[in-house]
């Protein structure tokens, strides 16, 4: 993976921040490994201080977190965490739907389709545009809903939505990404007939998929690890 800082606008602590994010969401750094500043600096190309302050960052939006005598780890979801994550997305997004359904112009909605079409597309090519585009179609009815509080509550969680999305993106076949896709195309179709209930009926079903499919996952990296293998052993022994 291409890590090095280049100049641009951005600044570099936006930049390196930005690189690490991208590393952690796409697994090139792995839930629960240590991020060690000196190995961090040679990938990124910059300084130490920098490396901190992206560090800082990183662990307020929760993708790191400080694990005792190891330092800055790559955050582990648990089970609880997703579940807390939808359960909240549950009420706010669907909130922010039904509202999105009341007042969104049709050619907001226009404008919207194509963006299903391209993450489709990009799922055929096993692309990561998948998540980007999938991404800005929910951003447009979070944004659609009127209710800033509620989009900034959302957004504060947007770095753990997007590292479940990545991680579903990469462990899901192309069959299940046309399910998904197909999903939000029903909202749309609702939206564009002013159906509030039957568009928040689906997005609860695509919010509740990608929730058990996510709990899936890390339940299956838990059970797959040496640790647990062995108290497995140990235990049918006893």
């Given amino acids: 993976m291409e890590m090095r800082v280049r100049a641009d606008n951005e600044t570099f602590r936006e930049k390196a921040t930005n690189v690490i994010r991208e590393a952690i969401m796409s697994v090139h750094y792995k839930p629960g490994e240590a991020l060690i500043e000196r190995h961090l600096c040679d990938e990124t190309g910059v300084s130490r201080t920098l490396v901190r302050e992206a560090l800082r960052l990183l662990e307020a939006e929760g993708l790191v977190r400080r694990e005792g005598t190891r330092g800055l780890v790559v955050s582990e979801l648990s089970v609880d965490e997703v579940r807390d994550m939808f359960d909240l997305r549950l009420i706010l997004e669907i909130e922010l739907l039904r509202r999105f359904v009341a007042q969104v112009p049709e050619t907001d909605l226009d404008r919207m389709a194509p963006l299903l079409d391209g ?96 709990i899936g996952i890390i339940e299956d990296r838990k059970a797959s690890r040496p640790d647990a293998r062995t108290r497995k052993v140990e235990t049918k022994d006893k």
């Fill in 119 to 214: 993450a489709l597309a990009a799922a055929g090519r096993r692309e990561d545009d998948y998540t980007r585009l999938l991404s800005r179609f929910v951003h447009q009815i979070w944004e659609g809903g009127g209710n800033a509080v509620a989009v900034q509550v959302l957004e504060s969680l947007q770095s753990r939505i997007s590292y479940i999305r990545v991680m579903l993106y990469r462990t899901t076949t192309y069959d299940e990404h046309q399910i998904t896709i197909g999903l939000m195309r029903d909202v749309l179709t609702a939206a564009r007939a002013r159906q509030a209930d039957e568009a928040a009926e689906v997005y609860r079903r695509y919010l509740m998929r990608a929730r058990d499919r996510a």
